[in-house]
T-cell receptor, first 115, second 117 residues
Framework: NAGVTQTPKFQVLKTGQSMTLQCAQD?????MYWYRQDPGMGLRLIYY???????DKGEVPNGYNVSRLNKREFSLRLESAAPSQTSVYFC??????????????FGNGTRLTVT | AQKITQTQPGMFVQEKEAVTLDCTYD???????LFWYKQPSSGEMIFLIY??????QNATEGRYSLNFQKARKSANLVISASQLGDSAMYFC??????????????FGKGTKLSVKP
């Protein structure tokens, strides 16, 4: 099925370890996004990529880096994980420029626990 | 500042009854879009319905409708004839930078709906 694929689905890290969350979309969309979801906080934007070759910070970028590898793939890296980064991470894609009424399409999420 | 407020952390509704989930928004941009998503316990985000700021009529999609009151800056989701499968978290979201390339959504904190048999 067409959509957004995230790997892994679950991950447990120790404080200080690093990891990369992978995201790939086959919807031929230009924009990609990383959100985190915490209880009672809704979804908050970490980073986004409006188009291939560009990335920008969102609301909560500290402790993260991103790479837009190509039009399909957008990865999120935690260089030195902290317990505060325990969360559910969602990748999403959208049509891009002037997308107006088009919704974002989300992956199924990665549940990350940092001990 | 652009913001979405959902004031109901949790709601209960009897099966087959209608329920309204509240959403208010704040923006100074005349062009904006409002979205509702459903997140069941399995965790995926499911797009339900969209309302544009210039739309003259309230949006409807099957059992979902949007009660859009622009002057009050509210965009409440109405679910008619509730079903057990409607039990989920519901998020209201607003698109920022409507005509531009950024296009991300800002989300409210969500309302957890429980449908009772």
């Amino acid at each position: 099925n067409a959509g957004v694929t995230q790997t892994p689905k679950f991950q447990v890290l120790k404080t200080g370890q690093s990891m990369t969350l992978q995201c790939a979309q086959d919807m031929n969309h230009n924009s990609m996004y990383w959100y985190r979801q915490d209880p009672g906080m809704g979804l908050r934007l970490i980073y986004y990529s409006a188009s291939e070759g560009t990335t920008d910070k969102g609301e909560v970028p500290n402790g993260y880096n991103v790479s837009r590898l190509n039009k399909r793939e957008f990865s999120l890296r935690l260089e030195s994980a902290a317990p505060s980064q325990t969360s559910v991470y969602f990748c999403a894609c959208g049509k891009g420029q002037g997308q107006g009424s088009s919704p974002l399409h989300f992956g199924n999420g990665t549940r990350l626990t940092v001990t | 500042a652009q913001k979405i407020t959902q004031t109901q952390p949790g709601m209960f509704v009897q099966e087959k009854e209608a329920v309204t989930l509240d959403c208010t928004y704040d923006t100074s941009d005349p062009s904006y879009g409002l979205f509702w998503y459903k997140q069941p316990s399995s965790g995926e985000m499911i797009f339900l319905i969209y309302q544009g700021s210039y739309d003259q009529q309230n949006a409807t999609e099957g059992r979902y409708s949007l009660n859009f009151q622009k002057a009050r800056k509210s965009a409440n989701l109405v679910i008619s004839a509730s079903q057990l499968g409607d039990s989920a978290m519901y998020f209201c979201a607003m698109r920022v930078n409507y005509g531009g390339s950024q296009g991300n959504l800002i989300f409210g904190k969500g309302t957890k709906l429980s449908v009772k048999p």
